[in-house]
């Protein structure tokens, strides 16, 4: 394994950080504040076509593999855009990988292109809120009616709803049976119709310029056409798209903490207490030492994970470790970083306290710290499984 960049992937990094050091930090707390969309952001990354990075050239994307996607994630994230940068790229790369691996070739030729060229958003549905982490007991449910399928129930953290026209939304098709509760779930690829599908706002702790939105489906009618892959097997065709955004949301997280490591190491050699910096404090210094230790080992591992994946080699014990330990080192880089600033990072005219709440989001989700641990004990381990 090869850990020099190639030169396409520098010139891929070199382009990122000068299309966001166009939009400094004092935009991304406004949008923040002002809970607004970043389209002008977006529409600079659409322009370099980062929209249609995973998607294949021959449906109008870039082709490039997810060490790409995830180091140009990374950087949109150490930029200090964090989650707020990140996320309206990272819902455009990711949630068609679905349709890129299983849609037909008429799915993938009447839709890939206009995703690729910013021309169609997507949001995905899976998540609800009584059903929780175990998909099994989703209860948003679809049934035929000649050829045409009529979709009804809710959906949880539909992220970009409020700007897609399309949403990626599992459904049960069949009766959960026990003793296989993963099939009899399919894919859709659903018109968000305002008539048949209600949009509420999640009010929320941080990444406030992206929106959350619970779903409510009400006799949404799906064409037959629009079934993404085979029916019955919906959640496992999602399975392919798991480990691929583990790798990025490592990354992703590794970015945020170095972010917020730059800052506070400028403030450390700057601010003066008992006449010396801080920085020379080592109560100050080795916090932010380690912080810089754990996200290189996290991001090394989150390197080898997307080798593994862009050479057809299993990385499921090696995305999930990554996701894990990155997000712990985000968060406790941006938490170093806060209490290096001390009340002023209390203050929102500092950005820690953003990249802080921000972070946070990652031993969340997409899968939380606790459902890696038991992939891992279980898959890697050999351990009974406990849930």
């Known amino acids: 394994m090869d850990f020099r960049r190639t030169p396409a992937q520098e010139a891929l990094l070199a382009r990122a950080r000068e299309v966001t050091a166009a939009f400094d930090l004092d935009y991304w707390r406004e949008q923040d504040r002002a809970e607004t969309y970043p389209r002008d952001f977006l529409a600079a990354c659409t322009a370099e076509g980062w ?99 009529v979709l009804n129930g809710s959906k949880a953290w539909l992220s970009n709803a409020g700007e897609a026209q399309k949403a990626l939304v599992l459904a049960r098709t069949s009766e ?70 583990r790798i990025v949301i490592a990354m992703e997280a ?37 912080a810089w230790a754990q996200l290189h080992a996290a991001e090394l591992l989150a390197l080898e994970a997307a080798w593994r994946y862009d050479n057809g080699l299993p990385c499921g014990a090696e995305a999930n470790a990554a996701k894990l330990l990155a997000a712990e080192a985000g968060f406790a880089a941006c938490d170093a970083a806060l209490q290096t600033f001390g009340g002023r990072g209390y203050r929102k005219d500092h950005h820690i306290e953003r990249l802080w709440r921000e972070v946070r989001l990652y031993k969340i989700a997409p899968i939380t710290q606790e459902m890696v641990l038991n992939y891992l004990a279980e898959h890697v381990l050999g351990l009974p499984r406990g849930y």
């Open 254 to 290: 590794v970015g945020i903490g170095r972010a917020a490591l730059r800052l506070a190491s400028d403030y450390a050699k700057e601010r003066r207490v008992f006449a010396r910096e801080i920085g020379r404090n080592q109560a100050v210094a080795h916090p932010l030492a380690h």
């Open 176 to 245: 959960r049976d026990p003793a296989r509760p993963f099939t009899g779930l399919t894919l859709f690829f659903v018109d968000l119709d305002p008539r048949a599908c209600r949009l509420e706002w999640i009010d929320k702790l941080g990444r406030n310029a992206i929106g959350s939105w619970t779903a409510t489906f009400h006799d949404l009618e799906v064409a037959d056409c629009d079934v993404i892959g085979t029916l019955g097997q919906g959640f496992y065709h999602l399975l392919d798209s798991l480990n691929p955004e």
């Open 51 to 149: 929209n249609g990075a995973v998607i294949p050239q021959e449906y109008g994307g870039l082709g490039l593999g997810v060490t790409e996607a995830a180091l140009l994630l990374g950087a949109i994230c150490e930029s200090g855009a964090g989650t707020s940068g990140a996320s309206p790229v990272h819902l455009a790369i990711f949630p068609p990988l679905p349709l890129v691996r299983h849609g037909s070739e008429e799915q993938k030729a009447r839709y890939l292109p206009l995703l690729a060229r910013g021309e169609l958003w997507m949001s995905f549905g899976v998540t609800e809120a009584e059903a929780g982490l175990d998909t099994s007991r989703i209860s948003t449910r679809a049934e035929r009616h000649g050829d045409r399928w």
